[in-house]
């Protein structure tokens, strides 16, 4: 019998323990590569002979280099392309693609703008797909932010995170994350840049622990962790309108000051000192973006390896 395919779409789309399995497996890989040149191959090389396919509808820096060097210490390769490589970019659809690429290479990851491109290239593909990015969510980050906290000392269960700013497709990973890691989520954004409330509802059914505190003070009393993102992301053109609503959730030293005495700042990065946070913050003794940024490596190891099912 033929095993279904695991794609990696929403960490709300995957079994807790499976979630665990992956986090588990990022942090014995990271471990077992302690000395090694940055290019060397993994000792047992899991995905020799595999190649993925890196599909970008979007920049980028993090998803781009860490699923890349991912593959190559895995032992395995990639190909990249954006859409305007390929004929998706004149027309082919989304479907036609899937298929094609699924008769080349084993995986895809793509980067996208839209969810639903995501979601309909899986559907055709018949081999796994994962999420680099969508409108909707970023699950690939989450898992290295988890990885990263976990290094820190911090049991994910239990655990306070607090989220301040623009509720966007990061918010929308931790919240699809609270249910199946267990840490209790406080969500503070400004009317209008809220996480959608059905997806809060639907997460808070699933057992998750999530509280939205419109004040960003009392939001971040005593928490364990303050995470912040960018306010204007690729394609929003409303950037003024944005700053302007989002001002007061800027994540400084005062808004630090509120949280626990030992908590930690996450934020994806690219960042915009000055804005969403401010470089005493990012730059300071309680960021761990830099760790975070680096785990995207080995958390998207553990996913390939989970995805190509070896």
Same mark, same amino acid.
């Given at each position: ?33 302690? !000395? ?12 020799? /002979?595999?190649? @993925? &396919? *890196?599909? %970008? ?95 820190? !000392? ?12 623009? /509720?966007?497709? @990061? &918010? *929308?990973? %931790? ?136």
């Amino acid at each position: 019998m033929t095993s279904p395919i695991k794609h990696f779409l929403s960490l709300a789309d995957i079994p807790a323990s499976e979630l665990r399995a992956i986090l588990d497996e990022a942090h014995v890989r990271k471990k077992a590569r302690t !000395g090694y040149p940055k290019g060397k191959v993994d000792a047992d090389a899991p995905l020799s /002979g595999y190649t @993925v &396919a *890196m599909l %970008f509808e979007k920049s980028s820096t993090r998803t781009r280099f860490s699923f890349d060097m991912g593959m190559r210490q895995l032992g395995g390769s990639s190909i990249t392309a954006s859409s305007n490589d390929m004929q998706l970019g004149r027309g082919e659809t989304i479907e036609d693609t899937a298929q094609v690429l699924s008769r080349f290479v084993d995986g895809i990851m793509l980067r996208a703008n839209s969810h639903d491109t995501i979601t309909a290239l899986a559907h055709s593909a018949s081999v796994p797909v994962i999420n680099g990015l969508t409108d909707y969510n970023h699950p690939c980050q989450i898992m290295a932010d988890l990885q990263t906290l976990e290094e820190q !000392g911090r049991d994910l269960r239990g655990l306070s995170l607090t989220w301040v700013g623009d /509720g966007n497709n @990061v &918010a *929308m990973s %931790f919240v699809n994350g609270a249910a199946k890691f267990g840490y209790r989520l406080v969500l503070s954004c400004p009317q209008n840049y809220q996480v959608r409330g059905q997806d809060v509802e639907r997460a808070r059914s699933a057992g998750a622990k999530i509280e939205i505190i419109g004040d960003p003070k009392n939001a971040c009393a005593s928490t364990d962790v303050v995470i912040a993102d960018t306010w204007v992301s690729m394609g929003d053109s409303d950037k003024k309108q944005r700053l302007a609503d989002l001002a007061d959730w800027q994540v400084n030293d005062e808004l630090m000051s509120t949280a626990a005495s030992d908590a930690l700042f996450l934020h994806c990065l690219p960042a915009h000192r000055g804005e969403e946070v401010s470089a005493s913050v990012i730059d300071g003794p309680r960021s761990a973006v830099f760790d975070e940024a680096e785990n995207r490596l080995h958390a998207q190891k553990a996913i390939l390896k989970y995805c190509l099912d070896t």
